[in-house]
């Protein structure tokens, strides 16, 4: 992937070059693109109430608090909205956002709002985290395990060619979209690290591991994980992402259905808390 960063552009309501109806096409447009390399399309910031554009379903907690959403000419269209009290602290995630380096592991931002002394970020949308997959029921195979556990690697690995790490990974930071792909959430926040600092800890592999110790822990004891499963969890210790995405013999993973289904499952069995919105009429 490219390590340009993705541009932003604050907009302003008196500013006639962009068409105030245009952003929910450009967030739909942003949500559907495949994951290819070079930049990614500039985000843009409109001073417009996100109200006029989307219909608020429910709240959500995934890695933070959510409003799920959905267009209102297109209603199928859905995006998770975060809400900011303060406009700046807005500026300054969206600042941290993109000065980031881009890579398909981390979650999308697609665009956002200010109206009324707050801003509203719009954000791919996801439907669960690994927390809620190690407690819905049912096991969990190795396969899948692995599926889970080689986009967060590569994400860690992308950082780190960058001089960067995460600064929180658990089961919570980690989510799925609906089509099945793995998404860490928090790039925005990633920081700066000497590169003689980089260790398990600091790359947070060793999170990466207890998360994959919680995913073992889904199944009953009795159940044989294959030797790479434990393999993995002794190299995530000591060795690093690099090191282990070029050595460890990844069999392929599940289909993509596969893990569409265990979403689908999860959300099923999982507990999610979720307010719903007052809809009205359609």
């Known amino acids: 992937m490219s390590s340009l960063a993705r541009q ?63 267009q209102k000419q297109a209603k199928g269209e859905l995006v998770h909205i975060q809400k900011l009290e303060c406009a700046t602290l807005a500026r300054n995630i969206l600042k941290d956002f993109n000065d980031q380096t881009t890579h398909r592991s981390f979650r999308q931002l697609l665009g956002g709002y200010r109206h009324g002394g707050m801003a509203f970020l719009l954000w791919e949308p996801v439907e669960v985290s690994v927390e809620q997959i190690m407690a819905a029921q049912g096991i969990i195979k190795a396969t899948e395990v692995i599926a889970i556990a080689k986009p967060v690697l590569e994400g860690i690995r992308h950082l780190a060619d960058h001089g960067r790490v995460l600064n929180v990974l658990n089961a919570k930071t980690i989510l799925l979209t609906a089509t099945g792909q793995v998404k860490i959430a928090g790039i925005e926040n990633s920081i700066q690290i000497d590169p003689e600092a980089m260790d398990a800890a600091t790359m947070k592999l060793s999170a990466l591991a207890h998360v994959i110790s ?57 507990h999610h808390r979720v307010k719903y919105s007052d809809r009205g009429e359609d």
């Open 8 to 70: 932003t552009i604050w907009v302003d309501a008196s500013d006639q070059s962009l068409d105030p109806r245009s952003m929910t096409t450009l967030v739909s447009n942003a949500a559907r693109q495949p994951e290819v390399p070079g930049p990614r399309p500039m985000v843009k910031i409109c001073d417009q109430d996100p109200g006029d554009h989307f219909d608020s379903i429910a709240e959500i907690i995934f890695d933070r608090p959510l409003c799920i959403a959905r």
């Open 214 to 270: 919680g995913l073992i822990k889904k199944n009953p004891a009795s159940y044989e994980w294959s030797p790479m499963i434990k393999n993995l969890l002794l190299q995530l210790e000591t060795r690093s992402a690099n090191e282990i995405l070029q050595t460890t013999p990844f069999n392929p993973g599940p289909p993509i259905d596969e893990l569409v289904m265990m979403t689908n499952i999860t959300n099923k069995t999982a």
